[in-house]
């Protein structure tokens, strides 16, 4: 069908364009571009086109317009899936929070850069970094779909996922947002080198002053050290008891590589003093480990809800 073939194409186009603009916030964020346009919205310096142009400006007025130009793919993209699958729940779902969250990231951030403070700084830019992360995950997650749609290439009613392993893969995905929202408070406070350059404590302190930048630091490099532990012990769950299902083992080995590649990254980030390249993969790899336990959750199902073959699977994903 010529129009779900356009419509997939515009899916990936929407897609990257969404990483383009998760990636160009971490870059505003780290480079401390924030107020590259002053404190008007949605123009900068109350101009379309400012007339001097420094770096920081540059940053910012091209992250208003990559933001601006996916918003609108977000539209068009949700609008037409809409139209072309009525009656698909997960499709009108995906497509609705994909919109849902951009405005929202959009809006958040327009606050940041019309009132001061520390609040918009700190907590806030956090806030705006976890919203960017959800909408970009729904488009990749509308983009899976429509790409499986009309066969609907799942196997979860042939291969159902026990309840248990529904609740650990939406636990997971839960504890790595929380997780997603320390590191941005690490970069939003300048904590990224609260510990100097130790590893894998913070000095001769394991347990500093959590309000502290050592602390704020350390608080996100415990959560990291949890997320290696809980990702090995999915994958230990799915290789026991769900081996049948390709979709959860190719995941579970994914999520476990790139958590350890986010682990390595980290230490890179730390070693090299924060440098942009290194904070950057360190941004992708988060965002595509997030969206691949996300497109778990999604394969998987809601853990309150069992299929007619649940009953069959042990209610312990940890035994087969």
Known sequence: MKQLRILRALAVVTSVGAYIMLLMGAIVSKTESGKG????WPFCH????????????????SHRVVSGIDGLLILILTVWSWMMFKDNMRVKTLGFMSLF???????????????EGEFAK????ALHFGFSLISFASVILLTVTLFQLP???SVKDDQPISKGMKIATWGLAAWTYVIVYTGA??????????????FPGCGTTLLPDFTSLAGIHMLHRYGAYSMCFFSLLFLIGILKAFRDRQDFVRGGWMAFVLITLQAL????TIKTGGQL????????IISVYFSVISYLCMQGGWPWKRSLKEAELPANPMVN
Request: charged fraction near 10%.
């Open 37 to 40: 346009c002053g404190n008007s």
């Open 46 to 61: 109350g101009q379309l086109i400012p007339e001097s142009m420094p770096i920081s400006t540059l940053i910012e007025l």
């Open 101 to 115: 969250f951009v405005v929202l990231q959009g809006g958040l951030g327009a606050l940041t850069v019309v009132f």
């Open 122 to 125: 700190k907590f806030a830019l």
């Open 151 to 153: 066969k609907q290439l």
């Open 185 to 198: 408070l690490v970069r939003h406070a300048d904590a990224t080198m609260g510990c100097g350059y130790s």
């Open 265 to 268: 990254t980290g230490i890179i």
């Open 277 to 284: 390249v290194a904070a950057l993969v360190h941004t992708t």
